[in-house]
């Protein structure tokens, strides 16, 4: 099991461009969590998917979209980026709380976007 | 509002000592609290949970609710050990929303 997986590694775009991040979880996981995490900080929550559906969302803009696909894998999607959302982009899978009490979140390597 | 502080961005010890990284939380409800670590060029992992009161890697964080702090304990540090720790809060009942602390650089010197 290659664990969580994110791709691509490095992306560079520029302001005003639109990005597209992606996510496979842990094998026999079936939510997914995204994180951004800016230089010097901890991991911001920005959204949960699960069952194809965005069950929760942290204070982030409406730019900032996702999706969840049958097989679980996820996309997270920026539009109109800004300077400011460079970042390192974190992905996280679990299994459904209710159905796993107590599940543990493992973590993606993360793919690093600069805006320019 | 859900919110972990960590004090110290950086935190430096010797072998063998003792080592004590800080975490505060705000929470209005009842908080699960976590450890995370982040070695060099590797992923971030989970150390420890609290509601599991296991000691992983000889670390151990005990939660305390009156100070409403999850401090990360470990009685004689280790070279290995050096790495970013992060604390994280999430409801006890919901670990959508994971609340992370902006981190503490651990280095131990020879």
């Known amino acids: 099991d290659a664990g969580v997986t994110q791709s691509p590694t490095h992306l560079i775009k520029t302001r005003g461009q639109q990005v597209t991040l992606r996510c496979s979880p842990k094998?026999?996981?079936?939510?997914v969590s995204w994180y951004q995490q800016a230089l010097g900080q901890g991991p911001q929550f920005i959204f949960q998917?699960?069952?194809?559906?965005?069950?929760q969302r942290g204070n982030f803009p409406d730019r900032f979209s996702g999706h969840q696909f049958p097989n679980y894998s996820s996309e997270l999607n920026v539009n109109a980026l800004l300077l400011g959302d460079s970042a390192l982009y974190l992905c996280?899978?679990?299994?459904?709380?209710?159905?796993?009490?107590?599940?543990?979140?493992?973590f993606g390597q993360g793919t690093r976007l600069t805006v320019v | 509002a859900q919110r972990v502080t960590q004090p110290e961005k950086l935190l430096s010890v010797f072998k063998g000592a003792p080592v004590e990284l800080k975490c505060n939380y705000s929470?209005?409800?009842?908080?699960?609290l976590f450890w995370y670590v982040q070695y060099s060029r590797q992923r971030l992992q989970l150390l420890l949970r609290?509601?599991s009161r296991e000691s992983i890697k000889g670390f151990t964080a005990d939660l305390n609710k009156g100070e409403t702090s999850f401090h990360l304990k470990k009685p004689f540090a280790q070279e290995e050990d050096s790495a970013m720790y992060y604390c994280?809060?999430?409801?006890?009942?919901?670990?959508?929303?994971?609340?992370f602390g902006a981190g503490t650089r651990l280095t131990v010197k020879p």
């Open positions: 996280a899978s679990s299994l459904n709380l209710r159905d796993t009490p107590n599940t543990e979140a493992f």
């Open positions: 094998s026999g996981h079936d939510t």
């Open positions: 998917y699960y069952e194809e559906e965005e069950r």
């Open positions: 929470y209005s409800g009842s908080p699960e």
């Open positions: 609290h509601i």
């Open positions: 994280a809060l999430t409801r006890w009942d919901n670990n959508n929303d994971m609340r």
